[in-house]
């Protein structure tokens, strides 16, 4: 009885500490260390009105992960703010399982290597895997701009879009 108590206890801590486990074997991705550093980076350009990409979703952890985008050292000025507007859609094994639009900004990260306020990363929008609570492998996301963002071309040519565990929450 003990040990039932014991193991009960236990679990409903890990199951506050990590607020996304369904079912036991997530247990252990949730307290293993985990690295931070982005998981996908790839060139992408946000002003050219139907550029498209797809990106296979093979991510180490059942996570909150955010999709951003980066110039590099160049940064983005404080009074950035994405005004394009984005398709999201999510495929397990090829087929369309969830799609969405993004049309702002998130979160904006500051920057430390620059004098004044520069931006490192924009977060465009958050999603969680087990995507739907049920998809986690075979998944790939194909991005779409759907309307681009008509001032980024001024920060640079070396945007890249940035996919990793959350940082911002």
Do not use: W
Not at 13 to 23: K, M, P
Not at 41 to 70: C, H, P, Q, W
């Amino acid at each position: 009885m003990k040990k039932f108590l014991l193991l009960s206890a236990i679990m409903a801590f890990l199951t506050v500490s990590c607020t996304r486990i369904t079912d036991i074997s997530q247990i252990v991705d949730c307290c293993e260390k985990k690295d931070y550093q982005p998981q996908i980076i790839e060139d992408f350009r946000l002003d050219v009105a139907g550029y498209s990409k797809i990106l296979d979703l093979n991510l180490s952890y059942m996570e909150r992960y955010s999709l951003s985008i980066t110039n590099g050292e160049i940064g983005f000025p404080e009074k950035y703010k994405f005004n394009g507007k984005l398709k999201l859609q999510f495929f397990y094994k090829n087929k369309l399982v969830r799609e969405r639009q993004v049309v702002e900004q998130e979160v904006a990260v500051y920057g430390t290597k620059r004098k004044g306020f520069y931006f490192n990363e924009i977060t465009l929008t958050y999603f969680d895997l087990p995507l739907d609570r049920k998809y986690k492998d075979n998944l790939s996301l194909k991005v779409t701009v759907v309307e681009p963002d008509t001032t980024i071309s001024e920060f640079g040519k070396e945007l890249k879009i940035v996919i990793g565990v959350n940082k911002h929450e």
